[in-house]
T-cell receptor, first 116, second 113 residues
Framework: DAGVTQSPTHLIKTRGQQVTLRCSPK?????VSWYQQALGQGPQFIFQ???????QRGNFPDRFSGHQFPNYSSELNVNALLLGDSALYLC???????????????FGPGTRLTVL | AQKVTQAQTEISVVEKEDVTLDCVYE???????LFWYKQPPSGELVFLIR??????QNEISGRYSWNFQKSTSSFNFTITASQVVDSAVYFCASFVSGSRLTFGEGTQLTVNP
């Protein structure tokens, strides 16, 4: 049973470019969350997708957008890249019920984005 | 709003020492979940434990143990007889239904041989 997978592993972009990161959730999970982790800091919540809709969003600008597909996989898009967007981007999948998480969040290995 | 504080930025111990990582959380909700994750140098966050707010029973798993005290809003993590492989960044996190996973800033644990 494959866990959460993310692609690519590493990415180098220049300021102003656009980037798309991909995530496949753990089998049986229906919810995907994205986090940004700057060097030396804890992960910061970007947004969460459930049933192909953005369910929650953290304090990130509209340059950050996402999508969830019918097979539950997800993409994170960042437009007009800034130097400050350089970070490890983590995807987590889970099974979430109305009363709370039915499973813990399982994290992928992350995508290391460097913006020059 | 939720908040998780890990006051210890870095801890360095010698192998076989016991070490405790502190975590203090803030929430206005009566139902919440607390987590610990380990992040080795490879970067992937590894789930260690989840507790809900109604279960204050301490838990032991091998060399790992967790002390949950609602009276002090703490969820501390102890590694007994630490090993070099325990070296990693450890994150405490909280979750409230309808919200999101909120992480602390992490504690870098270095276990020296």
């Amino acid at each position: 049973d494959a866990g959460v997978t993310q692609s690519p592993t590493h990415l180098i972009k220049t300021r102003g470019q656009q980037v798309t990161l991909r995530c496949s959730p753990k089998s049986g999970h229906d919810t995907v969350s994205w986090y940004q982790q700057a060097l030396g800091q804890g992960p910061q919540f970007i947004f969460q997708y459930y049933e192909e809709e953005e369910r929650q969003r953290g304090n990130f600008p509209d340059r950050f957008s996402g999508h969830q597909f019918p097979n539950y996989s997800s993409e994170l898009n960042v437009n007009a890249l800034l130097l400050g967007d350089s970070a490890l981007y983590l995807c987590a999948s889970s099974l979430v019920g109305v009363q709370g998480p039915l499973s813990e969040q399982f994290f992928g290995p992350g995508t290391r984005l460097t913006v020059l | 709003a939720q908040k998780v504080t890990q006051a210890q930025t870095e801890i360095s111990v010698v192998e076989k020492e016991d070490v405790t990582l502190d975590c203090v959380y803030e929430t206005r909700d009566t139902t919440y979940y607390l987590f610990w994750y380990k992040q080795p140098p490879s970067g992937e966050l590894v789930f260690l434990i989840r507790r809900n707010s109604f279960d204050e029973q301490n838990e032991i798993s091998g060399r790992y143990s967790w002390n949950f005290q609602k009276s002090t809003s703490s969820f501390n993590f102890t590694i007994t007889a630490s090993q070099v492989v325990d070296s990693a960044v450890y994150f405490c996190a909280s979750f409230v239904s309808g919200s999101r996973l909120t992480f602390g800033e992490g504690t870098q644990l270095t276990v020296n041989p």
